[in-house]
C-alpha cells in the first residue's frame, strides 16, 4: 500500500509539472484574423491569415501559432510587441488536408494569451478567381449549377492585403488585375504575382479606358501587347466562344501585339491578345470587363466559361490544380530517400591494437614475466591488459565511429526573371534514435513538412510539431529510424547568370553568361532530344556552343531531359551487380523534378540546367551529419536574332494540352493516339520562335502498326482563310509543304487525319523548317 501510494503521489506531481493550463485571454492583449480569399482555399496550398495584434499592456514577445483543432502540426512566428503597439502581419499556413476550422493562438511560454478560430472553406476542383480590382466589376459568370464540373469561386482581393509571397497565390487559378496600378503593388507583392504567372497562374489584364493605368510600370515580360488608339471593339470573337448572338462592338483600345502572343480578333483591332509566361500565361483584354453592355449580355456566362481558363489544368492527390508545384514536390522527396551512405571508419589502429594484445595475451606477457621471474604476476596482468585493451578498443571506436545521422539536402532554383530565383529547398534526416535538430535557414523562406512519398531507399515523411515561419532557426523532432524532412521556398535576387539562344549565319547557339559569384558546374542545354555540354562556368566566364541539328541516333521521342543528361552515369550503373550512385539518382530527381512528363504535358523548354555548390537558403543541420547536398539551377534562354533560319525536327512539336490528347507509347517513344477519326494534332515552335514567316515545311508521319493504303483523309488547317485544306499524301513518309506561310501562325501548325488512320495506332510526327525570323 505504502509503494502505490508513493507512485501515485509521484504520478501527481510529474502531471503537475508537465501539463500546460492555458490561461485566459488577457484583457491587454487582443487578436484580430482575417483569412485570405474569404476562407477559400484549394487543399495543398498556403493560405495567407492577416493577423491584427494590439498590446495595451507591457512589453512582451509572444509566439503567434495557426493549425487546424487536433492536428500536431502548426505554423508559428515570433512577434515582439512593444508596449502599446499595434502590429499586422500575415501568418502563412499550409493546409493539405480539408480542414474546416482553424485555431490561432498567441502563446507566451506555452500559455495561450489570446485565441480565435475561424471557419474555412476547402475548394477542390473549382476554378478559384481573385478580383484585384478598384471596384466589382458585376462580371456575369457561370453559376454553380449550371455547370458540371469546375465551377467558377471568386472573391474580391484588397490591395492593401494582397499576398506578398507567391506561396500566397496558390490556391488561386486565375486573377483579374483591372483599375488597379500594379505599380501601386510593393516590389514584394509584384514579384510574388509575376511568380504565380511564370509556375502556371492565368493572368488577365482588364482593358478599356483605364487599361494604361492598369499596366503602369509592368515588366515587358508580362505584357502581350502595348497600347493603341481608342477602337471599336469587334464582337465576333465573343460570339465564337458563346456561340450566340454577341452584345455588339464594345469600345475599348487597340492592342500591338508583341513578338510570340496571339491575338484574337481583326488585325487591326483584336478583342485580346496573349501570351505564354513560363507554365503560366497572360491575357490582355482591348475592353472594359465591366462595361455594362458585356454585364447585360445573355450568353456572357458561356464567354467567360470558355476565356477563363487555367493555362493549364493538372491533376495532383489535391484534386486539379494550375501549377506543377505538388508533382515536382513529391519528385524531389522521394529523392531525399537517396541518403549518403555511411563512411565506414578505419580500422588500421583498431587491427593493430588487437594484434598487440594477441601477441601479449599469447606467449608475450609469459616470456616477459618468465624473464622477470615472476611467473605469478599473470593472475594480476593478464586481466589487467585484457581490461586496458577493451577500454582503449571501446575509445578507438567512439573516437573513429561514423555519423549517425544521414542528412540529404535537394534544391532546386528555378529563374522567373532576370534577376530573380524561386528556390525549393527540402531536407531529409535519418536518426537512429529520437531527438531534436536543429535547422537553420533563410529568414525569408517559408517552411512546411514534405509531403509522403516513396523512393528508392525508402518512404519519406513529414516532420510535425511546430514549424517557425521566417525565422533563420526552428527546432526539428525526429523519430527514430524513419526518413523525416521538410521543405523551404522563397523568392531570392539572382543576378548575373543569362543564358541566350543565338541566331547566327541562319544556325541556332547556345550561349551562357555568368557574372555571378556561384560557380555553374556541369551546365548543359537540353531540347527536343539534343544535348549540348558547357562544361563548368566560374565567375566571370562565358561558354557558347553551336546548337546541333539533328538529334543523337537511337534516342527515342520525349527522352526524359534526365535520361539525355545523365546518360553515362545511369547506364553505367546497369550493369550486372552494378548500381547508379546515390549522388546520380539524387541528381536525376531534380531533373525530372524541373521538367515534369506525364500523358498531358508536354516536354517544355529550351531549358539550361547547372550544378550549384550550395542551397541558396542554407538549410544546415546544427549535428554532426553524413550529409549529402545537391542543388539544381534551372533557366530558359531568351531568343535573340534576325533572319534566315533552319529548324531541323524537334522544334515543332505536338502540343498535347491544344490538341486535347494524351500520348501512346511505342517503339519509336512519345507519339499520338489515332484512337478515334478524325485525330488532330497541334504542334507549336517554343513561343519565343513564334514570329517565324515559314518558306519550307516538311512534315515527316509514321506509325507503330501499318499505315492504311488507302482511306487516309490528310489535312491541314489554313490561318488566313480559316478552312481545312486536303493534302495529297499516300503516307507514310514525308509530307511537303509548298507554300507553309498560310498554315503556320504564331508558331502553331494543325494536322487532321480522318478515315481510315485509326488502324495505324500509335502515330509519330517531326518537321523541319526553313523560314526568317523577323
Same mark, same amino acid.
Given at each position: 500500500?505504502?509503494?502505490?501510494?508513493?507512485l501515485l503521489?509521484?504520478?501527481?506531481? +510529474?502531471?503537475g509539472?508537465?501539463?500546460?493550463?492555458?490561461? $485566459?485571454?488577457?484583457?491587454?492583449?487582443?487578436?484580430?484574423?482575417?483569412?485570405?480569399?474569404?476562407?477559400?482555399?484549394?487543399? =495543398?496550398?498556403w493560405?495567407?491569415?492577416?493577423?491584427?495584434?494590439?498590446?495595451?499592456?507591457?512589453?512582451?514577445?509572444?509566439?503567434?501559432?495557426?493549425?487546424?483543432t487536433?492536428?500536431?502540426?502548426?505554423?508559428?512566428?515570433?512577434?515582439?510587441?512593444?508596449?502599446?503597439?499595434?502590429?499586422?502581419?500575415?501568418?502563412?499556413?499550409?493546409?493539405?488536408?480539408?480542414?474546416? *476550422?482553424?485555431?490561432v493562438?498567441?502563446?507566451?511560454?506555452?500559455?495561450?494569451?489570446?485565441?480565435?478560430?475561424?471557419?474555412l472553406?476547402?475548394?477542390?476542383?473549382?476554378?478559384?478567381?481573385?478580383?484585384?480590382?478598384a471596384?466589382? @466589376?458585376?462580371?456575369?459568370?457561370?453559376?454553380?449549377?449550371?455547370?458540371?464540373?469546375?465551377?467558377?469561386?471568386?472573391?474580391?482581393?484588397? !490591395?492593401?492585403?494582397?499576398?506578398?509571397?507567391?506561396?500566397g497565390?496558390?490556391?488561386?487559378?486565375?486573377?483579374?488585375?483591372?483599375?488597379?496600378?500594379?505599380?501601386?503593388?510593393?516590389?514584394?507583392?509584384?514579384?510574388?504575382?509575376?511568380?504565380? %504567372?511564370?509556375a502556371?497562374?492565368?493572368?488577365?489584364?482588364?482593358?478599356?479606358?483605364?487599361?494604361?493605368r492598369?499596366?503602369?510600370?509592368?515588366?515587358?515580360?508580362?505584357?502581350?501587347?502595348?497600347?493603341?488608339a481608342?477602337?471599336?471593339?469587334?464582337?465576333?470573337?465573343?460570339?465564337?466562344?458563346s456561340?450566340?448572338?454577341?452584345?455588339?462592338?464594345?469600345?475599348?483600345?487597340?492592342?500591338? @501585339?508583341?513578338?510570340?502572343?496571339?491575338?484574337?480578333?481583326?488585325?487591326?483591332?483584336?478583342?485580346?491578345?496573349?501570351?505564354?509566361?513560363?507554365?503560366?500565361?497572360?491575357?490582355q483584354?482591348?475592353?472594359?470587363?465591366?462595361? @455594362?453592355?458585356l454585364? /447585360?449580355?445573355?450568353?456572357?456566362?458561356?464567354?467567360w466559361?470558355?476565356?477563363l481558363?487555367?493555362?493549364?489544368?493538372?491533376?495532383?492527390?489535391?484534386?486539379t490544380? *494550375?501549377?506543377?508545384?505538388?508533382?515536382?514536390?513529391?519528385?524531389?522527396?522521394?529523392?531525399?530517400?537517396?541518403?549518403?551512405?555511411?563512411t565506414?571508419?578505419?580500422?588500421?589502429?583498431?587491427?593493430?591494437?588487437?594484434?598487440?594484445?594477441?601477441?601479449?595475451?599469447?606467449?608475450?606477457?609469459?616470456?616477459?614475466?618468465r624473464?622477470?621471474?615472476?611467473?605469478?604476476?599473470?593472475?594480476?596482468?593478464?586481466?589487467?591488459?585484457a581490461?586496458?585493451?577493451g577500454?582503449?578498443?571501446?575509445?578507438?571506436?567512439?573516437?573513429?565511429?561514423?555519423?549517425?545521422?544521414?542528412?540529404?539536402? +535537394?534544391?532546386?532554383?528555378?529563374?522567373?526573371?532576370?534577376?530573380? $530565383?524561386?528556390?525549393?529547398?527540402?531536407v531529409g534526416?535519418?536518426?537512429?534514435?529520437?531527438?531534436e535538430?536543429?535547422l537553420?535557414?533563410?529568414?525569408?523562406?517559408?517552411v512546411?513538412?514534405?509531403r509522403?512519398?516513396?523512393?528508392?531507399?525508402?518512404?519519406v515523411?513529414?516532420?510535425v510539431?511546430?514549424?517557425a515561419?521566417?525565422?533563420p532557426?526552428?527546432?526539428?523532432?525526429?523519430?527514430?529510424?524513419?526518413?523525416?524532412?521538410?521543405m523551404?521556398?522563397?523568392h531570392i535576387p539572382?543576378? =548575373?547568370?543569362?543564358?541566350?539562344?543565338?541566331?547566327?549565319?541562319g544556325?541556332?547557339?547556345?550561349?551562357?553568361?555568368?557574372?555571378?559569384?556561384?560557380?555553374l558546374?556541369?551546365?548543359?542545354a537540353?531540347?527536343?532530344?539534343?544535348?549540348?555540354?558547357?562544361?563548368?562556368?566560374n565567375?566571370g566566364?562565358?561558354?557558347?556552343?553551336?546548337?546541333?541539328?539533328?538529334?543523337?541516333?537511337? %534516342?527515342?521521342?520525349?527522352?526524359?531531359?534526365?535520361?539525355?543528361?545523365?546518360?553515362?552515369e545511369?547506364?553505367?550503373?546497369?550493369?550486372?551487380?552494378?548500381?547508379?550512385?546515390?549522388?546520380?539518382?539524387?541528381?536525376?530527381a531534380?531533373?525530372?523534378?524541373?521538367?515534369?512528363?506525364?500523358?498531358?504535358?508536354?516536354?517544355?523548354?529550351?531549358?539550361?540546367?547547372?550544378w550549384?555548390?550550395?542551397?541558396?537558403?542554407?538549410?544546415?543541420?546544427?549535428?554532426?551529419? $553524413?550529409?549529402?547536398e545537391?542543388?539544381?539551377? &534551372?533557366l530558359?534562354?531568351?531568343?535573340?536574332?534576325?533572319?534566315?533560319?533552319?529548324l531541323?525536327?524537334?522544334?515543332?512539336?505536338?502540343?498535347?494540352?491544344?490538341?486535347?490528347?494524351?500520348?501512346?507509347?511505342?517503339?519509336?517513344?512519345?507519339?499520338?493516339?489515332?484512337?478515334?477519326?478524325p485525330?488532330?494534332v497541334?504542334?507549336?515552335?517554343?513561343?519565343?520562335?513564334?514570329?517565324?514567316?515559314?518558306?519550307?515545311?516538311s512534315? %515527316?508521319?509514321?506509325s507503330?502498326?501499318?499505315?492504311?493504303?488507302?482511306g487516309?483523309?490528310?489535312?491541314?488547317?489554313?490561318?488566313? /482563310?480559316?478552312?481545312?485544306v486536303?493534302? *495529297?499524301?499516300?503516307? @507514310?513518309?514525308?509530307?511537303?509543304?509548298a507554300?507553309?506561310? !498560310?498554315?503556320?501562325?504564331?508558331?502553331?501548325?494543325?494536322?487532321?487525319?480522318?478515315?481510315?488512320?485509326?488502324?495505324?495506332?500509335?502515330?509519330?510526327? &517531326?518537321?523541319r523548317?526553313?523560314?526568317?525570323? !523577323?
Open positions: 500500500m505504502l509503494v502505490r501510494r508513493l503521489l509521484l504520478a501527481v506531481l +510529474l502531471c509539472v508537465f501539463s500546460v493550463t492555458p490561461v $485566459a485571454a488577457q484583457a491587454n492583449l487582443s487578436l484580430t484574423a482575417v483569412p485570405a480569399f474569404e476562407g477559400n482555399y484549394t487543399p =495543398g496550398t493560405l495567407p491569415v492577416q493577423l491584427e495584434l494590439r498590446n495595451d499592456g507591457p512589453a512582451i514577445d509572444v509566439l503567434v501559432v495557426a493549425g487546424a487536433g492536428s500536431s502540426l502548426r505554423h508559428g512566428q515570433r512577434v515582439e510587441l512593444p508596449a502599446g503597439a499595434v502590429k499586422q502581419l500575415t501568418l502563412y499556413v499550409a493546409l493539405d488536408q480539408e480542414v474546416r *476550422s482553424l485555431v493562438q498567441v502563446e507566451q511560454q506555452n500559455l495561450v494569451l489570446a485565441e480565435t478560430e475561424f471557419e472553406r476547402p475548394r477542390r476542383d473549382e476554378r478559384m478567381l481573385g478580383l484585384l480590382v471596384s466589382d @466589376p458585376q462580371l456575369n459568370l457561370p453559376r454553380r449549377q449550371d455547370v458540371t464540373t469546375f465551377p467558377f469561386n471568386t472573391f474580391l482581393l484588397d !490591395p492593401a492585403f494582397f499576398p506578398d509571397r507567391m506561396a497565390l496558390s490556391s488561386l487559378n486565375l486573377v483579374l488585375l483591372h483599375d488597379v496600378p500594379f505599380a501601386n503593388l510593393s516590389p514584394a507583392q509584384q514579384e510574388a504575382l509575376i511568380g504565380w %504567372v511564370y502556371g497562374g492565368h493572368l488577365l489584364l482588364g482593358g478599356g479606358p483605364t487599361a494604361a492598369t499596366i503602369a510600370s509592368m515588366p515587358t515580360t508580362l505584357l502581350p501587347a502595348t497600347l493603341g481608342t477602337r471599336q471593339i469587334d464582337d465576333a470573337p465573343l460570339v465564337a466562344l456561340t450566340a448572338p454577341g452584345p455588339g462592338a464594345l469600345p475599348g483600345l487597340a492592342l500591338l @501585339p508583341v513578338p510570340g502572343a496571339i491575338a484574337t480578333g481583326t488585325v487591326d483591332a483584336p478583342a485580346w491578345v496573349s501570351r505564354q509566361v513560363g507554365r503560366g500565361s497572360v491575357t483584354l482591348a475592353f472594359d470587363p465591366g462595361a @455594362p453592355a454585364v /447585360r449580355w445573355a450568353q456572357a456566362p458561356a464567354f466559361q470558355n476565356l481558363r487555367p493555362e493549364q489544368r493538372i491533376t495532383t492527390p489535391f484534386g490544380q *494550375s501549377t506543377v508545384d505538388i508533382l515536382q514536390e513529391q519528385v524531389v522527396t522521394a529523392g531525399l530517400s537517396n541518403l549518403p551512405a555511411l565506414l571508419p578505419p580500422v588500421d589502429l583498431m587491427f593493430l591494437v588487437l594484434a598487440l594484445y594477441t601477441i601479449l595475451i599469447g606467449p608475450g606477457i609469459a616470456l616477459i614475466l624473464q622477470f621471474d615472476r611467473q605469478a604476476w599473470a593472475w594480476v596482468v593478464v586481466p589487467g591488459v581490461l586496458a585493451t577500454a582503449l578498443v571501446v575509445g578507438l571506436a567512439l573516437a573513429i565511429r561514423p555519423e549517425q545521422r544521414l542528412v540529404s539536402r +535537394l534544391a532546386l532554383v528555378e529563374m522567373t526573371a532576370p534577376d530573380l $530565383a524561386r528556390v525549393r529547398g527540402f534526416i535519418l536518426v537512429p534514435q529520437p531527438q535538430v536543429r537553420a535557414t533563410s529568414a525569408e523562406a517559408l512546411r513538412p514534405v509522403p512519398a516513396a523512393g528508392v531507399f525508402g518512404q515523411n513529414g516532420v510539431g511546430d514549424l515561419q521566417l525565422s532557426e526552428l527546432p526539428l523532432p525526429l523519430e527514430a529510424w524513419q526518413i523525416q524532412g521538410v523551404a521556398e522563397a539572382l543576378e =548575373g547568370i543569362q543564358a541566350t539562344m543565338l541566331l547566327v549565319d544556325m541556332l547557339q547556345i550561349e551562357v553568361v555568368n557574372t555571378s559569384d556561384l560557380v558546374r556541369d551546365a548543359v537540353v531540347f527536343g532530344e539534343r544535348v549540348v555540354r558547357l562544361g563548368t562556368l565567375p566566364e562565358t561558354a557558347s556552343q553551336p546548337w546541333p541539328l539533328d538529334p543523337p541516333e537511337a %534516342v527515342a521521342r520525349n527522352t526524359a531531359p534526365s535520361f539525355l543528361v545523365l546518360s553515362e545511369l547506364e553505367a550503373g546497369q550493369g550486372p551487380g552494378q548500381a547508379a550512385s546515390r549522388n546520380v539518382l539524387a541528381r536525376e531534380l531533373l525530372n523534378a524541373a521538367v515534369i512528363q506525364n500523358n498531358v504535358l508536354s516536354k517544355e523548354g529550351p531549358f539550361v540546367f547547372a550549384l555548390d550550395q542551397n541558396p537558403l542554407g538549410m544546415q543541420v546544427n549535428a554532426p551529419a $553524413a550529409v549529402q545537391v542543388t539544381l539551377l &534551372s530558359r534562354p531568351v531568343f535573340r536574332g534576325s533572319g534566315p533560319i533552319l531541323n525536327e524537334g522544334w515543332l512539336r505536338p502540343d498535347w494540352v491544344a490538341s486535347q490528347q494524351t500520348q501512346c507509347f511505342g517503339s519509336r517513344g512519345a507519339g499520338v493516339p489515332a484512337t478515334m477519326a485525330t488532330m497541334e504542334l507549336r515552335l517554343p513561343v519565343e520562335l513564334a514570329e517565324l514567316r515559314a518558306e519550307r515545311l512534315l %515527316v508521319l509514321e507503330e502498326r501499318t499505315w492504311p493504303n488507302a487516309v483523309i490528310t489535312e491541314v488547317y489554313d490561318w488566313e /482563310r480559316e478552312r481545312w486536303e493534302q *495529297s499524301f499516300d503516307g @507514310p513518309g514525308e509530307l511537303q509543304l507554300n507553309p506561310a !498560310p498554315f503556320l501562325r504564331n508558331g502553331r501548325f494543325q494536322l487532321r487525319l480522318d478515315g481510315r488512320i485509326v488502324e495505324a495506332g500509335c502515330l509519330y510526327l &517531326s518537321a523548317l526553313q523560314g526568317v525570323l !523577323p
